[in-house]
């Protein structure tokens, strides 16, 4: 069964830094785009970029580049989503979801539960 | 940036009618490109539709999703009490994913 695994809530203060964590099993976790994505509050889900465990190539979307860095450890099926600093502007939900290709169909299969992050101070 | 416009912003239904959900794009788009997720209070969004209108594994056939060019629909056939939540179009282009703001079904 696939599984993304997200690491827990966080409460930080702005210009605090930040890593959360999406541990994929139940696939080849090296060989599937893992993307990244925020919801605020009622909004629909915002795409951060995308990043390749098997060899950590990265896309970011223009409206987060520079903003975030996302990484991977393919060795313990795992991705990352960090930030240096973070703002009150950064408070959401953020999941990690695998990327599908099939026929020319590109999706999301499965997400994360989501990490809720709340910057406050 | 592709822009994708939902409507209606609340659709207000009885169990066993049929819904009929609307995703607008800002400009043309590749079918290929156009997915449907559902999202429940407190869950990530459910996969329901990929390529405009394959079902997602697991996904009842009372789901079915078509159009193209700029306008593509989520169609639910009979409203079974677990359908009503919230439903997000998807679509790619320029680089980047897109969601819409999302359409709530809700009991009426």
């Known amino acids: 069964e696939v599984q993304l695994v997200q690491s827990g809530a966080e409460v930080k203060k702005p210009g605090e830094s930040l890593k959360i964590s999406c541990k994929g099993s139940g696939y080849n976790f090296a060989a599937y785009w893992i993307a990244w994505l925020r919801q605020m509050p009622g909004k629909g889900p915002e795409y951060m970029g995308i990043i390749y465990p098997g060899d950590s190539d990265t896309r970011y979307s223009p409206s987060f580049q520079g903003q975030v860095t996302m990484s991977a450890d393919k060795s313990i099926s795992t991705a990352y989503l960090q930030w240096s600093s973070l703002k009150t502007s950064d408070t959401a939900i953020y999941y990690c979801?695998?990327?599908?290709?099939?026929?020319?169909?590109?999706?999301?299969?499965?997400w994360g539960r989501g990490t809720p992050v709340t910057v406050s101070s | 940036e592709i822009v994708l416009t939902q409507s209606p912003g609340t659709l207000s239904l009885s169990p066993g009618e049929r819904a009929t959900l609307s995703c607008r794009a800002s400009q043309s788009v590749s079918s290929g490109y156009s997915a449907w997720y559902q999202q429940k209070p407190g869950q990530a969004p459910r996969l329901l539709i990929y390529g405009t209108s394959t079902r997602a594994t697991g996904i009842p056939d009372r789901f079915s999703g078509s159009g193209s060019g700029t306008d593509f629909t989520l169609n639910i056939s009979r409203l079974e009490p677990e359908d009503f939540a919230v439903y997000y179009c998807q679509q790619y282009g320029s680089s980047r994913y897109t969601f819409g703001q999302g359409t709530k079904l809700e009991i009426k």
């Open positions: 979801a695998r990327h599908l290709t099939i026929s020319g169909a590109w999706f999301f299969d499965f």
